[in-house]
């Protein structure tokens, strides 16, 4: 059939140029004609063949994005110390090589510390024996968490032997001249508690971290029963997105079933003198084989090391014997502002003692579901 001359026009228009390749389906603004679209105001049309090339053409700014490549190089952040501070500072800024291995990994567990949680996560911290770190455990990693967190972290003394955690979170003299109300005075007036105002009446700050003592009648402090934590925890759970409970020694006292019940997770503070690393595998094994498996099983065993042991202890063969048995196994070094019994205060502990709390901390987040 014959095309009428309107068609032999339009299927010229469209033929192929001998030597110019087909369309790809891909339209460059170069090949335009002038009956093109103009680029938006403000864009500067592609150059033509021949010109400097200096921004890509529109069709190359979309593969770019595509492909999710940045048009801007992102400098590396400022060190924050040694050397390479020393450079930056120096130079105003020219040599900047960036932070170190060890700042890289401590801003890495200041992420995860860090991360926003739906919710209430409390973390329970127990040992079989005293004197083996677990106040001192307790309050250094909730100062860490109240230092990165956005939110504002709590410690609770629930240690039946007149605990002495608002001491290690504030200092002895700061509490020398008033008795703080105590957890049993929470728990008297607890119907009358209707906010958060109200509640951080009976609390104690340590900076950013909120402290209720414990109760330091022994006739008294013994008697907190599992149901009475339990009103306690839910009140707390109102307001404190991480909650941080100082349990005492043992795990049979008539509060621990409600504490056990309400933890998240566990860190179970042990030492590196024989005894304390055998109760912490005592502590292990008694909860696998009472109901509490998964959080034998994910707990975090922190080992503080507080005096000078013998050279007879391996202290590795300690470390290794619990590491097979828990979820995660950290050391606390030998650190003098840990053992004198005084405040903890995170700016007057060593740097290695300081990632410690730090990595603590971190691996009790990552515990939060």
Not at 65 to 70: H, M
Request: with cysteine.
């Amino acid at each position: 059939m014959s095309q009428s001359p309107a068609e032999r026009h339009r299927a010229a228009a469209v033929a192929p140029t001998p030597g110019r390749a087909e369309p790809t389906g891909v339209v460059d603004d170069r090949d335009a004609g002038d009956g093109a679209e103009l680029p938006p105001e403000g864009i500067s049309p592609a150059p033509l063949d021949g010109e400097a090339r200096d921004l890509p053409t529109r069709a190359e700014r979309r593969r770019l994005a595509e492909a999710g490549r940045p048009f801007i190089s992102v400098a590396p952040e400022k060190p924050q110390g040694g050397l390479r501070r020393f450079l930056y500072t120096a130079s105003g800024g020219v040599i900047n090589i960036g932070p170190s291995q060890k700042e890289l990994q401590e801003q890495e567990l200041i992420e995860r510390i860090a991360r926003p949680l739906q919710g209430s996560h409390n973390t329970a911290v127990l040992s079989l024996k005293g004197g083996i770190g677990k106040t001192s455990t307790t309050v250094g990693i909730g100062m860490a968490l109240a230092r990165h967190r956005g939110d504002i972290p709590c410690a609770i003394d629930a240690n039946p032997d007149s605990g002495d955690l608002v001491e290690r979170a504030l200092g002895e003299r700061a509490t020398q001249a008033h008795q703080p109300p105590s957890i049993t005075d929470l728990l008297e007036r607890l119907d009358q508690v209707d906010s958060l105002t109200a509640l951080q009446g009976y609390l104690q700050q340590a900076g950013r971290l909120h402290v209720l003592a414990g109760e330091q009648d022994p006739a008294l402090s013994d008697s907190l029963t599992a149901e009475e934590w339990r009103r306690i925890h839910a009140e707390f759970a109102k307001y404190y997105p991480v909650i941080v409970t100082d349990c005492g020694t043992g795990v049979t006292h008539n509060a621990m079933k409600g504490i056990l019940h309400t933890a998240d997770n566990i860190v179970i503070a042990a030492g590196f003198a024989i005894s304390g690393a055998q109760r912490a595998l005592q502590t292990l094994n008694w909860l696998a084989n009472h109901g509490y498996e998964r959080l034998a099983r994910e707990s975090i065993v922190v080992i503080t090391d507080k005096e000078r042991v013998s050279d007879r202890v391996d202290k590795e063969a300690i470390q290794e014997s619990l590491r097979g048995s828990c979820g995660r196994l950290v050391v606390v070094p030998f650190d003098r502002a840990v053992v004198d019994g005084d405040r903890i205060n995170l700016d007057m502990l060593q740097e290695e003692t300081r990632r410690a709390y730090m990595t603590i901390a971190a691996a009790m987040v990552d515990g939060y579901r």
